[in-house]
């Protein structure tokens, strides 16, 4: 079949044709194939069921002939589309010429790509690149496809992108790029983006992602993990969204490490210690397991490398059967024959079993280089809802550390502190109460934390406006309570270094 590869994927665009790609962005903006526009036509609920791999609302939406519409059919619905309509938007013989589109038959072409309108965090107008009925990921699973076909943007791609720190930096590395989203993203605060995947298939679309979206090209390199990485070569800011899935045998390379049960994301996170410039961030998605006997959170700081604060937030953690379910889906065999799905589930438990596991954490591992004698490693549970994006809020985090490192308790009496933006007060206790049994601080913002504290404590937060200093705070609320100010002053800091800890009081300079 014309413009498909043995492998059953379709052969890409060229992507040393940037002037092709430029015209078809500038082709794409010109018709709003935008995330907004795209909005504005399909409507919420049609936008939402792509966003779910159903289509049907979608191609409804899209019965008339506008450029709009016609380009929605193209790159996002994978629709055959007359070559005279397409003509009327699109540079459409430089783009059969190039590789984009195919004739299939008759006077109709097609993509040989999804094209994904992707808004970038300062509404810029940006497009994914993936492969053919990847753009949109979700319940229809990927079904039988090839183990190198590259997808586009999942919900684990945009929450990599919210948490990274986006502080400017001149070396950026994204490892595992797949369609280049964290390159795209990088592209913004990094002077040198370095893009690697194992699938050279991932290098090429990246290259498209980027040519398209109108950023700087990345500087693209094949190889597994840390291989690409020229020796004595480091980044001040490293992300990957690897293939963390935990399974029986390596399959789809998107997903499936190949190495046995979370080897791969214990090396990644291992390796990254060294290629990182002093202070800078190394931020991973990564899958970890519980085994019996062992506490899943000495697991993980044991991955820790030498020289690295590292902040660990395990988000979800599933049982054995959720998640096998969950990844059998992800590859549509749960649509194949039902005995074989049997067995394969069967092959998942088997592994489990073997290795003692009974279940698997989900979450966010975050590295930063420091010079530090005693690195810092948060290791925590925290599955509530946060609010993205949390680069600054990681960034913040780590900054806070080096205060506490730097402040024993005297100090700390002697700073200035300020109460963080949209921190509220809640009391709770039975209603109609003289007192509250307790007083929770909680913060809208950020991780979205909620804590106890005692009077002394809300008293406290509620005065900090960077003015005073904590010790002279102390001793008016000890003045105030009938308190003796030194008891005061002995027994707060532990409560005002939790607050600051967590986010709830910043260091005022
Ligand atoms: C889950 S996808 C992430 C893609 C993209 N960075 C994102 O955030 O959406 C993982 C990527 O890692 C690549 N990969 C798989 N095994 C790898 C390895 N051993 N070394 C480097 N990359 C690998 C896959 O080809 C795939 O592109």
Redesign the pocket.
């Known amino acids: 079949m014309e413009g498909v590869t043995d492998s059953g994927l379709a052969t890409l665009p060229a992507s040393d044709r940037p002037d092709v790609a430029a015209r078809l962005r500038t082709a794409l903006l010109g018709a709003s194939f935008t995330a907004d526009g795209l909005l504005d036509l399909l409507g919420a609920p049609a936008y939402a069921a792509l966003a779910r791999s159903e289509t049907v609302p979608a191609l409804r939406a899209t019965r008339g002939d506008t450029p709009l519409e016609t380009l929605v059919r193209l790159f996002l619905l994978q629709q055959p589309v007359p070559y005279a309509r397409v003509a009327g938007v699109l540079p459409a013989d430089d783009l059969l010429d190039s590789g984009w589109l195919n004739r299939v038959g008759g006077d109709e072409v097609a993509a040989t790509v999804d094209v994904r309108p992707y808004g970038g965090s300062d509404g810029e107008d940006w497009f994914i690149v993936s492969d053919l009925g990847c753009a949109v990921g979700g319940a229809g699973g990927i079904g039988r496809r090839h183990e190198g076909v ?2 586009g ?2 919900g ?2 945009t929450t ?1 992108a919210g948490i990274t720190v986006r502080t400017p930096v001149a070396a950026a590395l ?6 280049g ?2 390159a795209l993203h990088a592209a913004q605060h990094a002077t040198r983006v370095t893009a ?4 050279p298939r ?1 290098l090429h679309i990246t290259a498209l992602t980027l040519a398209l979206s109108g950023v700087p090209a990345a500087e693209l390199r094949e ?3 840390f291989e690409p990485v020229k020796e004595g070569e480091t980044f001040d800011l490293i992300v ?4 963390f899935v935990i399974s029986p045998g390596a399959r789809l ?3 499936d ?2 190495m046995s049960g979370d080897d ?1 994301c214990r090396s990644l996170v291992q390796q990254a210690g060294e290629r990182l410039n002093e202070g800078g961030f190394a931020q991973f998605l990564a899958n970890w397991q519980h085994v019996a006997g062992e506490d899943w959170q000495d697991r993980v700081r044991s991955w820790v490398p030498r020289g690295c604060d590292a902040w660990i937030v395990q988000r979800e953690v599933q049982d054995v059967n959720q998640y096998a379910e969950l990844w059998l889906r992800d590859s549509g065999d749960h649509r194949g024959d039902p005995a074989e799905y049997q067995a394969q589930y069967d092959a998942w438990l088997d592994e489990f079993e073997a290795r003692k596991v009974k279940g698997v954490g989900f979450g966010w591992i975050t590295l930063r280089r420091t010079s530090a004698a005693v690195p810092s490693v948060t290791v925590e549970e925290w599955p509530h809802p946060i609010e993205q994006p949390l680069g600054e809020t990681i960034r913040a985090h780590f900054d806070r550390l080096d205060y506490l490192r730097d402040h024993d308790d005297a100090d700390l009496l002697e700073g200035h502190f300020r109460l963080a933006v949209e921190v509220v007060q809640e009391q709770v206790g039975l209603p109609g109460a003289e007192d509250p049994e307790h007083v929770v601080l909680r913060q809208h913002r950020g991780m979205r934390r909620a804590t106890k504290v005692d009077t002394v404590g809300a008293g406290f937060a509620g005065v900090c406006d960077g003015t005073l200093s904590a010790g002279r705070i102390l001793d008016a609320i000890a003045q105030l309570m009938g308190e003796d100010p030194v008891l005061l002053r002995d027994r707060t800091p532990a409560q005002i270094r939790l607050l600051v800890e967590q986010g709830f009081l910043e260091p005022a300079v």
């Open positions: 590259v997808l943007v999942g684990a791609s990599l994204d490892l595992g790029t797949g369609s989203i964290q690697t995947d194992l699938n991932a190889g597994s993990l990957s969204n690897p293939p390379t998107y997903r490490g190949g791969l």
